[in-house]
């Protein structure tokens, strides 16, 4: 079906095309308009069909028997009265599943049903199918399961403390998972420069996704040996993988993975999931369908949220407040399992240097194996804790230096199109553009340090922050070479356009963004297009909708396919019209004659015609990022076709007695490159207030630590919609966003990402506005009421006007990162590798 | 216990009747959805916490989660399948699907009965009213403002008006 | 999804006859009204009732009714959407209309009534939990197992009370009408409440409260005041019901006030209360009633928000809730 005929075909980049990256907007027709979402009116008539919504005949359902105890082994597993009850149909535990899987290929630690150890409360340890979903409940209450229990390890400082029992028994050593240490330029001289340097710990206590979708699978085996799985999950082709990984010998493509539309993803539907896994077996064991689907405590036990993270940062700048050196070390509470968490870590380090130039940089990490959910990505990946601490951390120089925080941000910007000490390449790069934004319309200059008072005696305060973030991340989970997107595009005689696609619309509109490039190359109206997207088994690869790379990377290969059916019209249409293929016009669904509009036909038309010269007209389009100019171990991390930028002021209302405090206002500036649908991205940004504002103020992941019958009790305490806190319709504020267009030649028609970015300056500006109001510093999130009161209590008593994690010797957990891998920066002369790297075998290509 | 019987009951849903065997102690949001196989209505959480499986039982807004199916016998029972009039959409969901107040859509049909039922007794609600109206609806994508805007335009549409999404919140402000 | 427990439900068509059916069965049955409290519960397996006993079509109880003497009478299975919005309690009683609207959320509202929240269950966040959180610490002496794990040492429970109306309701000295099998009888404010987590109401099981009677307007205010996280959803972590009675001049002849989600019931702070007696209602006599509050509100380390904070304010909010009164 695909015409692959270099005849017909371009090279991607053209520049006499309409759609470059940098096209005025007046020549556009679909791109920039506030166009509805393909999807949107199924979703509001009820009819988007999410996982838990199907059901199939003589279904079974599934249910987790999951551990009670956070560290332990399993001595024993008596399933035999669970078997006995009536319309039990089967069941699973660890030996029938032994092939451990993960995201990652270097931490491929989890198994679907645990079979030797479990790790957390909530890691599940055998899995029950029966004719109801109350018959699998009981029957998991008659399993006898016998724990030999084990030291718990409940936090980071005791991950540096303990060395036994070990979690896993790979990693770095102990219950370190993970250790990285990169240098950049010269520390020492950077510090030397320095006419202030100031030393600052902070901690980011984790918290979850909370999707209104709970997650569940529904798994199909069969006669024909072919297993089909529908599933709540951002990444179709890692499940796949996974599956193809731990049901072996099943063939690969034997398997089909049908990622539902998700209600809600945030990073929490990223890997694949050991009740994805255990309903797969349970379908082929029993040769019935099987559906789970999770209950809220259980999405609690799947989290793979932000990591709890303690940070310690060593600043040095200039007396006009240009930063000369950065030392930052960050210490993260990885849970049980891997997850990404070797991509978090290296996050929490990588994109110090996107915002602000920073000459000399030394980054230090380590990531901990807990006994808690395994922590992953959320939305900002690993970078809105030390984005917090950094944020903050400026704002106390600007106070040190009494310097505007909005000054020394524009006075220490990254250039455009500049390589950062760490390696990464800024391309477009409108933070300037966002913080003059945010500061005008707030009035930051007129009102900030005024403390004013409300009628109710509240104190004013107003703060700012600024952030950067990935369009996708550059390198691919599996080093494979291959592309991170394809998209296919099928042209019908009737003039139908279908795209597929393995990405995954969960909520953000990837679905609508390939018919926007696809409707404004060819002309026709995206409302009308089909499309079909992650089914393995039927659309391309998409390695899936994670770290904000759908727009860009599925954008660019959806382009390609794009032009390439272009120019496959448009020589039908030539030969037919007797018009050169140049001069022919692709608008409102119809191609003509550029210099005669009357001269042409319908989009239908045009595609009969082609279709009568070359046949079925099918053409494909696929997207590699650019190579990274990083090249020593860990420079996989932070690459990007391009960064977006953010910039925001947040007002809060403190009552000085008791800390309390509000949010009534936030002014958010965004560099999207170029908005592809003006009224989606302003969905996303407001999206991000709200969750950034969420982080800031309420929601955590915290534990219950209790000793009963001389063992240790350690358990989340509030796994509920209730009581963990997410803000409600009352606490969202006024936003007055501004959307900022600086077009980056690595997107499609200049776009950059959107769905993270605006997440993460709002957790610092909410600290840095409660220290404009009441003069106290909060170092750490989230900022709740309780800790504003305590700093100002402190306050009160003459003493540090400040809550958060020790600043002394014993605030970090003392940790050996061995040497620094040791790298020069551009401007060194380095040539992006370290030179104290030992030589890596080369393994072998693709 | 000796095990419960089911029970046939009719219930008017949207207006139609159905017919349902089920057992007694079954929510509605278990015979809407595994029963009826109306799966617009949604849930989050089960036990009242979240909003997401709102409907409305004679006019009200309430959580199906937290109703017993039998107590829903005889009386109007309406989801978010029944808004619809013929291959058109109701004023909210239009607008709802114009501005975007449906990002992933799961929270919707929960969002969309309690500001139906809003709109029946006040026709142009302030934005206050509005917050206060879906103060039971937990929203995790959209940071409520798009669906505030959408309520507001459909109020002023059903009011006979010819509202439009403001310039500052399709393309910000300037 | 979380499902209930399979139980015989029973519509009865009198209070009296669903005290008869509650007396029947005994332990294994309960009353529900809206829902909004046993049904989540049952979800978790904290009450597993094997019959469950409506209100519903009990007529009478969801009338509103000034009585002959001037106090009103609430039906228990009126709704607290309707109280929140009814215009006479607005009128005479704000402070207990205050309290109703900000009860949980709008749609809760809809369907709750007062019956049920005036008998609402303590909460703990060692005991809301689903069945395999609570398996995780072997249980607690509320439900399935043995010790409280907010006070291990404890003989009692310290399950909090958590009503928003209850506070205000006590301090009010409002009255109940409980009916069984036996007949009817009235108790006034804090006498239907015990102090302890799992026996938090003095009220029989079988008897049905049927009306909340409110006291005749004039001569005082009541004011209720809440702290929680969110200005919805949320259960109070502290809730202040205030009541103050004065004379003409002004001088305050009596003064209740409770505090709520801070103890297994509505405390007194009868410190405060004896300050304000006798006195006019000033700013800084305001201010010394809320600092000696601080004892009295015992917090526990079993809600949301931290326990010694939540103790550290207390004093501001007892400030606040009596300057609503003046």
């Not at chain 1, 072996?248 to 994805?276: M, Q, T």
């Not at chain 1, 109001?773 to 700093?791: L, M």
């Not at chain 2, 007794?121 to 509005?130: A, F, L, Q, V």
Request: charged letters at 25%; proline letters at 6%.
């Amino acid at each position: 079906m695909v015409l692959d005929d270099p005849a017909v075909t371009t090279p991607q980049a053209r520049t006499d095309a309409p759609w470059r990256h940098d096209a005025k907007k007046e020549d556009l027709n679909v791109i920039g308009k506030p166009i509805r979402k393909v999807d949107a009116r199924s979703k509001v008539a009820g009819l988007t069909r999410f996982a838990d919504d199907l059901s199939m005949p003589r279904m079974l359902h599934m249910k987790l028997l999951r551990s009670t105890v956070a560290h332990a082994e399993i001595v024993s597993i008596d399933t035999s009265k669970a078997a006995a009850l009536k319309g039990v149909k089967g069941i699973l535990t660890g030996k029938d599943l032994p092939i451990p899987f993960g995201i990652l290929p270097v931490s491929q630690d989890e198994h679907a049903l645990c079979p030797d150890k479990v790790r957390f409360v909530g890691d599940p340890v055998v899995a029950i199918a029966a004719t109801e979903e109350e018959i699998a409940w009981e029957a998991c209450r008659l399993v006898e399961v016998e724990y030999r229990e084990l030291r718990t390890i409940g936090g980071i400082h005791e991950g540096a403390a303990n060395d036994e029992p070990r979690l896993h028994d790979y990693g770095v050593r102990g219950n370190i998972h993970r250790l990285e240490n990169l240098e950049f330029g010269d520390l020492q001289d950077g510090f030397a420069k320095a006419a202030h340097v100031r030393e600052d710990t902070f901690f980011f206590e984790g918290n979850t996704h909370l999707p209104m979708e709970q997650h569940a699978s529904l798994a199909h085996f069969d006669k024909d040996g072919k297993l089909t799985i529908w599933s709540s999950t951002q990444t179709p082709h890692y499940l796949h993988r996974a599956l193809a990984r731990t049901l072996h010998p099943l063939p690969a493509h034997h398997i089909r993975v049908i990622a539902c539309p998700n209600g809600g993803g945030f990073g929490g539907k990223s890997d694949p999931f050991n009740h994805e896994i255990a309903a797969a077996k349970m379908a082929m064991l029993t040769g019935r369908p099987v559906k789970i689907a999770l209950t809220r405590e259980e999405v609690f036990w799947c989290h793979r949220g932000r990591h709890p993270v303690l940070m310690r940062s060593k600043i040095g700048v200039n007396k006009t407040g240009r930063i000369t050196a950065l030392d930052f070390h960050s210490y993260l509470d990885g849970g049980a399992y891997g997850s990404y968490g070797t991509a978090s870590t290296f996050y929490t380090g990588a994109l110090q240097t996107v915002t602000y130039a920073v000459d000399n940089y030394h980054f230090r990490g380590a990531r901990f194996f807990t006994n808690k959910a395994p922590c992953g990505p959320k939305r900002g990946h690993g970078t809105p804790q030390p984005r917090f601490a950094l944020e903050v951390q400026l704002d106390k120089i600007a106070c040190d230096l009494g310097i505007d925080p909005a000054q020394i941000r524009l006075d220490n910007l990254a250039p455009r199109d500049s390589l950062t000490a760490n390696f990464l390449r800024i391309g477009s790069m409108g933070l300037g553009q966002c913080i003059e934004k945010v500061v005008a319309g707030s009035g930051w200059k007129e009102r900030r340090g005024k403390q004013e008072r409300t009628k109710d005696g509240r104190i004013r305060g107003l703060g700012l922050a600024c952030s950067s973030y990935l369009s996708g991340a550059g390198l691919p989970i599996y080093w494979n070479g291959l592309p991170h997107s394809g998209v296919q595009l099928q042209l019908d005689r009737s003039g139908l356009v279908t795209v597929f696609c393995g990405s995954t619309d969960i909520g953000q509109g990837s679905d609508s963004v390939l018919t926007w490039i696809v409707g404004e190359v060819l002309g026709v109206d995206p409302l009308g297009m089909r499309v079909v997207t992650s089914d393995t088994d039927l659309t391309p690869v998409d390695l899936g909708s994670y770290s904000s790379r759908v727009t860009v990377m599925t954008g660019n290969a959806a382009m390609q396919a794009a032009e390439r059916a272009r120019d496959i019209v448009a020589k039908g249409v030539a030969d037919k019209l007797g018009v050169p293929a140049s001069r022919l016009v692709f608008a409102d669904s119809r191609v003509y004659d550029a210099e005669d509009p009357k001269k042409g036909m319908t989009f239908a038309e045009a595609v009969v015609c082609a279709e009568a010269k070359f046949g079925t007209i099918g053409t494909v389009g696929s997207y590699t990022p650019p190579k990274s100019a990083a090249k020593f171990r860990g420079g996989g991390v932070g690459p990007s076709p391009s960064y977006s930028y953010s910039a925001t002021v947040v007002e809060v209302e403190v009552d000085p007695d008791t800390g309390i405090y509000r949010v009534p206002k936030v002014w958010m500036a965004h560099d999207i490159g170029r908005a592809l649908n003006a009224a989606i991205a302003m969905g996303q940004i407001e999206g991000s207030v709200y969750m950034g504002l969420g982080e800031a103020m309420m929601e955590e992941m915290v534990y219950r630590d209790r000793t009963h019958k001389g063992n240790r009790i350690f358990v989340h305490k509030i796994p509920s919609m209730l009581e963990y806190k997410s803000p409600s319709a009352l606490e969202m504020p006024e936003v007055v966003s501004y959307v900022v267009e600086d077009y980056d030649k690595n997107g499609p028609f200049g776009a950059k990402e959107v769905g993270q970015g605006p997440l993460l300056p709002m957790m610092p500006a909410v600290a840095n506005a409660i220290y404009d109001a009441v003069g106290v510093r909060v170092d750490e999130i989230p900022v709740s009421f309780e800790k504003v009161f305590a700093a100002l209590q402190a306050k009160k008593e003459g003493k540090e006007a400040r809550f958060g994690p020790s600043n002394g010797p014993d605030g970090v957990p003392e940790v050996d990162f061995g040497d620094s891998l040791k790298i020069k920066t551009p401007w060194q002369g380095g040539d992006g590798t370290a030179w104290n790297e030992p030589k890596r075998e080369k393994k072998a290509a693709k | 216990m000796s095990e419960p019987n089911k029970v046939l009951e009719t219930f008017s849903v949207n207006g139609e009747p159905h017919e349902v065997a089920f057992l007694p102690h079954k929510t509605l949001l278990e015979v809407l959805r595994e029963e009826m196989g109306l799966t617009g209505t949604k849930h989050g959480c089960e036990l009242g916490e979240c909003g997401t499986c709102t409907v409305q039982i004679d006019g009200t807004p309430v959580l199906s989660c937290l109703v017993l199916a039998v107590d829903a016998v005889g009386k109007d029972v309406r989801t978010v399948e029944g808004m619809a009039c013929g291959s058109g959409l109701h004023p909210l969901q239009d607008v709802f699907a114009d501005l975007g107040a449906a990002q992933c859509g799961y929270c919707t049909p929960g969002v969309l009965m309690a500001a139906d039922a809003l709109l029946r007794d006040n026709n142009s609600p302030t934005r206050e009213e509005i917050k206060q109206c879906l103060a039971g609806n937990l929203c995790r994508c959209t940071g409520y403002l798009k669906i505030f805007e959408a309520v507001e335009i459909a109020a002023a549409r059903m009011r006979g008006e010819d509202a439009q999404p403001s310039e500052e919140s399709i393309y910000g402000a300037r | 999804m979380l499902r209930l427990p399979p139980f015989t439900y029973h519509r009865p068509k009198t209070a009296a006859e669903a005290a008869a059916l509650h007396k029947e069965h005994g332990k294994q049955a309960m009353f529900v009204a809206g829902g909004t409290d046993l049904y989540p519960n049952m979800k978790r397996r904290h009450q597993v009732p094997t019959h469950v006993v409506s209100l519903q079509d009990v007529p009478g109880l969801t009338a509103i009714e000034q009585l002959p003497d001037g106090r009103l009478a609430i039906g228990a299975m009126v709704s607290l959407t309707t109280l929140e919005k009814h215009l006479q309690l607005l009128r005479d009683y704000p402070g207990l209309a205050h309290a109703i609207a900000e009860i949980s959320t709008p749609l809760l509202r809809n369907m709750g009534t007062i019956g049920g929240n005036l008998l609402l269950d303590t909460r703990c966040t060692y005991y809301d939990q689903s069945h395999e959180w609570r398996e995780s610490i072997d249980f607690c002496m509320k439900k399935d197992g043995a010790i409280c794990w907010v006070a291990p040492g404890s003989p009692r429970c310290w399950a909090v009370q958590s009503s928003d109306s209850v506070p205000v309701v006590c301090a009010m000295e409002a009255e109940f009408e409980l009916v069984s099998t036996e007949g009817t009888r009235t108790v006034r404010g804090d006498a239907l409440y015990r102090d302890d987590g799992i026996e938090y109401l003095t009220k029989k099981p079988e008897e049905v409260l049927t009306r909340l009677i409110l006291p005749k307007t004039g001569g005082w205010k009541a004011s209720y005041l809440k702290l929680r996280r969110r200005d919805t959803y949320d259960f109070p972590v502290l809730g202040v019901g205030a009541c103050v009675w004065t004379d003409a001049g002004g001088v305050v002849t009596k003064a209740n006030i409770r505090l709520g989600g801070a103890g297994s019931y509505a405390i007194p702070a009868t410190e405060s209360e004896k300050l304000l007696v006798g006195n006019q209602l000033t700013d800084e006599l305001i201010a010394a009633a809320g600092t000696a509050a601080m004892k009295p509100a015992r917090t526990m380390d079993n809600t949301d928000l931290d326990v010694y904070w939540r103790r550290k304010v207390a004093p501001v909010f007892v400030a606040r809730a009596l300057a609503a009164c003046k």
